[in-house]
């Protein structure tokens, strides 16, 4: 009878041993869980140049944007807004997916380059969605407001990624108008070295990064481009670029798209058009399973 007893005890305690394993390796299923979502950093340019003339992104099938319209009308910076409106809609209700929002600009006198709008691990539901509206600022002076791309990932580093060993996957939201580092120069150049080697340009930053953080860290881009080519003149759109497909990147892409191209490779992430997300909910709802259901 005894041992009855001392059998029944074994095998009570036996069950709540294999309850308490279940919960802490898995509340849901009883295996080993996943690695949580790497939280996400949205870094929105908000320098002058974003005060430029944006593509019209009429979705597939609306007539094209009249004069005066909106859509028409909108700047790169009101076009990023709206961009991150409907990303944050969509990610509404995203179980174990955290956001965060800075806009990154210069401005003379201040030390940082970029200002937190939502802070890491931030939900992307309508709380979220209200500070967006009231918070990111599209309508501002663009004198001396210049855009330090490399200055931003570089003063990210010891604030953020450090203290996350670099886990986090990054989005880099711009026209690719860098102003302090010689693009051509910086593209070129060669190996990265460790955190005291001086700042040289966006794409050797985050290939320094890379290589700090490996696997841990990922980046992607979305370019938008401008309506006006840089001479000033009515420029053509960039079929390839904008195409339905968000995720085309060609070689030929001038200035920021081939930048933002680069630097999306070397993030080990991937370009989009922000264009052709706006033109496509389809393609913000893959953008926004790619960044909340990620794979290591």
């Given at each position: 009878?005894?041992?009855?007893?001392?059998?029944?005890?074994?095998g009570?305690?036996?069950?709540?041993?294999a309850?308490?394993m279940?919960?802490?390796?898995c509340?849901?299923?009883?295996?080993?869980?996943?690695?949580?979502?790497?939280?996400?950093?949205?870094?929105?340019?908000?320098?002058?140049?974003?005060?430029?003339?944006?593509?019209?992104?009429?979705?597939e099938?609306?007539?094209?944007?009249?004069?005066?319209?909106?859509k028409?009308?909108?700047?790169?910076?009101?076009?990023?807004?709206?961009?991150?409106?409907?990303?944050s809609?969509?990610?509404?209700?995203?179980?174990g997916?955290g956001?965060?929002?800075?806009?990154?600009?210069?401005?003379?006198g201040?030390?940082?380059?970029?200002?937190?709008?939502?802070?890491?691990?931030?939900?992307f539901?309508?709380?979220?969605?209200?500070?967006i509206?009231?918070?990111?600022?599209?309508?501002?002076?663009?004198?001396?407001?210049?855009?330090?791309?490399?200055?931003a990932?570089?003063?990210?580093?010891?604030k953020?990624?450090?203290?996350?060993?670099?886990?986090?996957?990054?989005?880099?939201?711009?026209?690719?108008?860098e102003?302090?580092?010689?693009?051509?120069a910086?593209?070129?150049?060669?190996?990265?070295?460790?955190?005291?080697?001086?700042?040289?340009?966006?794409?050797?930053?985050?290939?320094r990064?890379?290589?700090?953080?490996?696997?841990?860290?990922?980046?992607?881009?979305?370019y938008?481009?401008?309506?006006?080519?840089?001479?000033?003149?009515p420029?053509?759109?960039i079929?390839?670029y904008?195409?339905?497909?968000p995720?085309v990147?060609?070689?030929?892409?001038?200035?920021?798209?081939?930048?933002?191209?680069?630097?999306a490779?070397?993030?080990?992430?991937?370009?989009?058009?922000?264009?052709a997300?706006l033109?496509?909910?389809?393609?913000?709802?893959?953008?926004?399973?790619?960044?909340?259901n990620?794979?290591?």
């Amino acid at each position: 009878m005894q041992t009855d007893k001392y059998q029944s005890w074994q095998g009570f305690i036996g069950m709540i041993a294999a309850l308490v394993m279940g919960l802490i390796f898995c509340p849901s299923t009883g295996a080993f869980a996943q690695e949580p979502v790497k939280p996400v950093l949205i870094l929105a340019d908000v320098s002058g140049s974003m005060q430029d003339p944006a593509l019209p992104f009429e979705k597939e099938g609306e007539e094209e944007a009249e004069e005066g319209s909106p859509k028409k009308g909108y700047t790169k910076a009101q076009a990023v807004k709206e961009l991150l409106l409907r990303m944050s809609r969509r990610a509404a209700g995203s179980e174990g997916c955290g956001f965060g929002l800075y806009g990154m600009r210069y401005l003379a006198g201040y030390d940082e380059v970029y200002r937190p709008i939502l802070p890491l691990d931030s939900r992307f539901d309508l709380d979220a969605q209200e500070v967006i509206a009231d918070d990111f600022i599209t309508d501002y002076p663009v004198f001396n407001r210049r855009s330090a791309i490399g200055g931003a990932l570089r003063q990210l580093d010891p604030k953020e990624l450090e203290s996350l060993d670099g886990r986090m996957t990054i989005v880099l939201i711009s026209d690719g108008k860098e102003t302090f580092f010689d693009i051509e120069a910086d593209l070129n150049e060669g190996e990265p070295e460790g955190d005291d080697d001086p700042v040289k340009g966006p794409f050797t930053e985050i290939r320094r990064l890379k290589k700090k953080y490996s696997g841990n860290l990922t980046l992607h881009t979305v370019y938008f481009e401008d309506r006006l080519t840089e001479g000033g003149d009515p420029g053509s759109e960039i079929g390839t670029y904008i195409s339905d497909n968000p995720q085309v990147m060609e070689k030929n892409v001038p200035g920021g798209g081939q930048l933002l191209e680069r630097m999306a490779g070397a993030g080990g992430g991937k370009g989009f058009s922000g264009t052709a997300l706006l033109r496509s909910d389809a393609a913000i709802e893959a953008l926004m399973a790619l960044l909340c259901n990620q794979s290591e």
